[in-house]
């Protein structure tokens, strides 16, 4: 059938919608919340966590979906949604597929950033420093997100941010890796290094210092891995 044929039907086509952001922010902040402490699959109720928003059933069910499709949980026919830990070859596998796309993210930003963006990267990490890091190690986890979520959006690549959304979760959460692997200061000094490097447009530059920071956290956790045995997931 024609495009012209399509407009010409006299009944009117179903409309597919999307799942209010807010509710569908609130689903997401919620189920990424959960896989932080589960060691095992748990089912995310539709009904209950539509009463937990005070929400109707159908935004929630649509913002499960939609989190289906982007990998952060699997939906079952019949038996709605599974969330299972972020287990320890997940972990590893994102870290290594990490080096390739967070040295791209890099390398595209400092040729996109402007002095705003690069401010605004700055101000990210302004309220920490060597004597303070320790004690603030859960905002300085926080602003780690946030900074490299900030370099994939500044990499100017759709594909990328899709990818980052679906799978970002897998470094972030549940494995307090900063605190554990006591690498807030040299976190933080590799990051201000990547900062600089994009303010100068060197992009090369950029693409080296981000790909090393992760080898860096790769390689400290599979040494810490080795040394303390910890199990099927982090």
Do not use: Y
């Given at each position: 059938m024609s495009k012209r044929e399509c407009r010409m039907d006299p009944k009117p086509m179903t409309k597919i919608s999307r799942p209010d952001d807010s509710i569908y922010d609130s689903v997401r902040a919620h189920v990424l919340g959960l896989v932080k402490n589960i060691d095992h699959p748990v089912r995310v109720r539709e009904e209950e966590l539509?009463?937990?928003?005070?929400?109707?059933?159908?935004?929630?069910?649509?913002?499960?979906?939609?989190?289906?499709?982007?990998?952060?949980?699997?939906?079952?026919?019949?038996?709605?949604?599974?969330l299972?830990?972020?287990?320890?070859?997940d972990y590893i596998e994102w870290l290594k597929l990490r080096i390739e796309l967070e040295a791209f993210a890099a390398r595209e930003a400092a040729l996109?950033?402007?002095?705003?963006d690069v401010d605004a990267l700055r101000a990210i990490f302004a309220p920490f420093n060597d004597d303070n890091i320790d004690a603030r190690i859960d905002e300085y986890a926080a602003a780690n997100v946030e900074f490299h979520a900030a370099v994939i959006r500044l990499a100017e690549n759709s594909?990328?941010?899709?990818?980052?959304?679906?799978?970002?979760?897998?470094a972030m959460l549940k494995t307090r890796t900063i605190e554990r692997l006591k690498r807030a200061r040299h976190s933080l000094a590799e990051h201000r290094a990547l900062i600089d490097a994009?303010?100068?447009?060197?992009?090369a530059l950029a693409d080296r210092l981000a790909r090393e920071h992760v080898q860096g956290l790769l390689a400290q956790t599979l040494n810490d891995i080795n040394?303390?045995?910890?199990g099927d997931s982090i």
């Open positions: 539509a009463k937990k928003l005070s929400v109707s059933r159908t935004p929630v069910r649509e913002a499960l979906l939609r989190l289906g499709q982007e990998g952060i949980l699997t939906m079952e026919p019949r038996r709605g949604a599974l299972s830990p972020v287990t320890l070859e996109n950033a402007s002095q705003r594909l990328l941010g899709k990818v980052w959304k679906s799978f970002g979760h897998r994009i303010e100068k447009r060197d992009g040394n303390t045995s910890t």
